[in-house]
């Protein structure tokens, strides 16, 4: 092989003969991780004739050269060669700890990138010993290129069709400076420049510290705080165009990019409300901590923190926009790094949503490992989604006996999500599931309202998972299975229906009530009942925590529930009659006002 292919495959020169055998396994960890090429090894084996006789030219002028140069410096190298010789015995040592200092760096900076150890033939590591020893904070490990969904659309549609819609939306806009590098967000040319925005981060030092746990908390500048308390006063007028001067004077006030983007997904304008979300998203960003490192699953925010929840809720809305787009794989990576920043509390429930990422991006393996580390933790399995989606990977990675097992236990627990996911994937049922009860009658009376609601989420979120040729054979024969089994008097069968009865009874918890609220899909949603005297429903941020942590005078209860009645009954009646009027509303408001006082009063 040339000097020069040598240099073409690892962009250096070429190793010398004495160390290429105790560097060539550095150098392929450190090529393989680091330094990706885009250059196929195998493609110097292709070449042509005519390259391989330039070679041998070059190569037969540089020996000349050397034969030349040799014979002067032959004298030399005798007089020099048992030095060499004992200098050599003295250095192998050090060479050796070289490697190993080598190694070592590489494994911390692929730590800290995320980057999973490099598999090393020196050290006998394959891929089953490391999925052994994952722990639960490696499995929410985030990697930078999965976080630009441009680089997935490069993968479904090809990089010249991506890169020419780029080029195209590039001349039309005008160029503003945005110098400093992110990740999340690639800042579009036609944001105004962000300069000061009065958001930092920080450590936060009022949390004890958790061991490899670091948590920080959002910082408002006073000038910041100011623009924030015309924001809330905007919120309580209801009228939009206070949203939108705020924004016209303050270009990164996250909460109001958040607001005016869901006015603008009201309209039905989804492109402008996924770019303000990404401008508030970019804000966020640009305000990190110099050790806020997304890639670690180590950095935390404590939730109850009222300038913290901007970053969750912006993520969670950031993640939908994507997945719109078909970028599955990145939407998963956001999962994982919203779930990273509150693992155990998930205040917005994205475990309600990760499987469906997971399986569309087909990570079937990745999100097995995933609830294995974490179903002892958060009961992972005792949510329907997870449950069925769980014996779906186990299928697509051709565990039938797993997956049949666990697709078994799915309907015997969760038995009213057959009936309508068969119904949203257009699929007749056969004469025996029709006429037996465990799926009709009796699955809907054994099953409370919360867990209906959590069965329908799923459905209608995932039902195009089934719609898969090879699945409608497999699912027919574990639901006959399980009506045998049912008919039989299965002693689980019975253990489920009592867990059923007792474990979702009560009020659906915050964080999935926030989750539905900030899906906003179709066909689930919250009813007033579900939400009354919980917290205001606004969608900046919707029901905060009862121990929240406001650094800023919010409005009283009986004020927030006032103020979520009115936008529920004018949202309501504007759907009901599209001719909805400003007397209409005046009314309305009235009505409520009076209300209001007389609670007050009493």
């Given at each position: 092989m040339s000097t020069r292919y040598m240099k073409k495959v690892y962009g250096s020169d070429i190793l010398s003969k004495e160390n290429s055998e105790n560097e060539s396994e550095i150098d392929n960890s450190i090529i393989g991780n680091i330094k990706s090429k885009t250059f196929n090894v195998?493609?110097?084996?292709?070449?042509?004739?005519?390259?391989?006789?330039?070679?041998?030219?070059?190569?037969?002028?540089?020996?000349?050269?050397?034969?030349?140069?040799?014979?002067?410096?032959?004298?030399?190298?005798?007089?020099?060669?048992?030095e060499g010789s004992k200098a050599q015995q003295a250095t192998e040592p050090t060479e050796t700890e070289d490697i190993d200092e080598i190694e070592r760096t590489v494994r911390e900076v692929n730590k800290l990138l995320g980057e999973p150890l490099p598999s090393c033939s020196s050290h006998n590591t394959n891929n089953v010993q490391w999925i052994e020893q994952k722990s639960k904070e490696d499995i929410l490990l985030v990697q930078h290129k999965h976080l630009n969904p441009y680089n997935e659309?490069?993968?479904?549609?090809?990089?010249r069709t991506v890169q020419a819609v780029q080029n195209r939306n590039r001349?039309?806009?005008?160029?503003?400076?945005?110098?400093?590098?992110?990740?999340?967000?690639?800042?579009?040319?036609?944001?105004?420049?962000?300069?000061?925005?009065?958001?930092?981060?920080?450590?936060?030092?009022?949390?004890?510290?958790?061991?490899?746990?670091?948590?920080?908390?959002?910082?408002?500048?006073?000038?910041?705080?100011?623009?924030?308390?015309?924001?809330?006063?905007a919120v309580e007028s209801l009228d939009p165009e206070d949203i939108v001067n705020i924004i016209n004077v303050h270009s990164y006030h996250v909460d109001a990019l958040l607001q005016l983007a869901e006015l603008c997904k009201l309209s039905e304008d989804l492109a402008t409300a996924a770019e303000f979300t990404e401008r508030a998203l970019y804000c966020l960003e640009y305000a990190f901590h110099p050790l806020f490192n997304v890639t670690t699953a180590q950095c935390r925010l404590d939730y109850r923190k009222q300038q913290n929840r901007a970053?969750?809720?912006?993520?969670?809305?950031?993640?939908?926009?994507?997945?719109?787009?078909?970028?599955?794989?990145?939407?998963?990576?956001?999962?994982?790094?919203?779930?990273?920043?509150?693992?155990?509390?998930?205040?917005?429930?994205?475990?309600?949503?990760?499987?469906?990422?997971?399986?569309?991006?087909?990570?079937?393996?990745?999100?097995?490992?995933?609830?294995?580390?974490?179903?002892?933790?958060?009961?992972?399995?005792?949510?329907?989604?997870?449950?069925?989606?769980?014996?779906?990977?186990?299928?697509?990675?051709?565990?039938?006996?797993?997956?049949?097992?666990?697709l078994q236990n799915a309907l015997i627990m969760f038995p009213g999500v057959l009936l309508p996911l068969l119904d949203k994937c257009t699929i007749e049922t056969d004469e025996k599931v029709r006429g037996h009860d465990f799926f009709n009658s009796k699955a809907a009376v054994s099953t409370p309202p919360a867990l209906e609601k959590l069965q329908n989420l799923y459905v209608v979120r995932s039902f195009r998972l089934w719609k898969e040729t090879e699945l409608l054979p497999w699912l027919r024969e574990n639901v006959h299975v399980v009506l045998n089994r049912v008919d039989s008097k299965d002693d689980y069968v019975k253990y489920c229906?009592?867990?059923?009865?007792?474990?979702?009874?009560?009020?659906?918890?915050?964080?999935?009530?926030?989750?539905?609220?900030?899906?906003?899909?179709?066909?689930?949603?919250?009813?007033?009942?579900?939400?009354?005297?919980?917290?205001?429903?606004?969608?900046?941020?919707?029901?905060?925590?009862?121990?929240?942590?406001?650094?800023?005078?919010?409005?009283?209860?009986?004020?927030?529930?006032?103020?979520?009645?009115?936008?529920?009954?004018?949202?309501?009646?504007?759907?009901?009659?599209?001719?909805?009027?400003?007397e209409i509303e005046v009314a309305v408001r009235e009505g409520l006002n009076s209300l209001y006082e007389d609670n007050e009063q009493t």
């Open positions: 195998f493609d110097v084996l292709n070449e042509n004739s005519e390259n391989e006789e330039k070679d041998v030219e070059e190569e037969k002028h540089v020996e000349e050269s050397c034969v030349n140069e040799g014979k002067r410096k032959k004298k030399k190298k005798r007089l020099k060669k048992s659309l490069k993968r479904i549609f090809g990089s001349r039309n806009r005008g160029r503003t400076g945005h110098l400093k590098k992110t990740c999340l967000v690639s800042p579009k040319d036609n944001w105004p420049a962000i300069n000061e925005s009065g958001l930092s981060m920080s450590l936060d030092h009022t949390i004890q510290s958790v061991p490899n746990v670091q948590y920080f908390v959002y910082e408002h500048s006073p000038f910041y705080r100011q623009v924030q308390l015309k924001f809330l006063d970053l969750f809720i912006t993520l969670f809305k950031h993640l939908n926009f994507v997945g719109g787009r078909g970028c599955y794989r990145t939407s998963l990576e956001f999962c994982k790094l919203l779930l990273s920043l509150d693992p155990e509390g998930d205040p917005l429930a994205v475990v309600l949503s990760l499987d469906f990422y997971a399986l569309r991006a087909k990570e079937f393996e990745w999100f097995t490992e995933f609830c294995n580390l974490w179903d002892s933790t958060r009961n992972l399995t005792q949510l329907p989604n997870i449950a069925y989606s769980l014996a779906l990977a186990h299928f697509h990675l051709d565990n039938r006996d797993t997956a049949s097992e666990l229906e009592v867990k059923r009865n007792k474990r979702y009874q009560g009020k659906m918890p915050k964080n999935i009530l926030r989750h539905i609220i900030l899906s906003d899909i179709k066909d689930v949603t919250v009813n007033v009942q579900e939400v009354q005297n919980v917290g205001s429903v606004l969608s900046h941020d919707p029901l905060p925590p009862v121990d929240s942590i406001d650094i800023y005078k919010r409005p009283t209860t009986n004020a927030r529930t006032y103020q979520s009645r009115f936008t529920f009954l004018s949202r309501l009646i504007s759907s009901l009659f599209p001719d909805f009027n400003e």
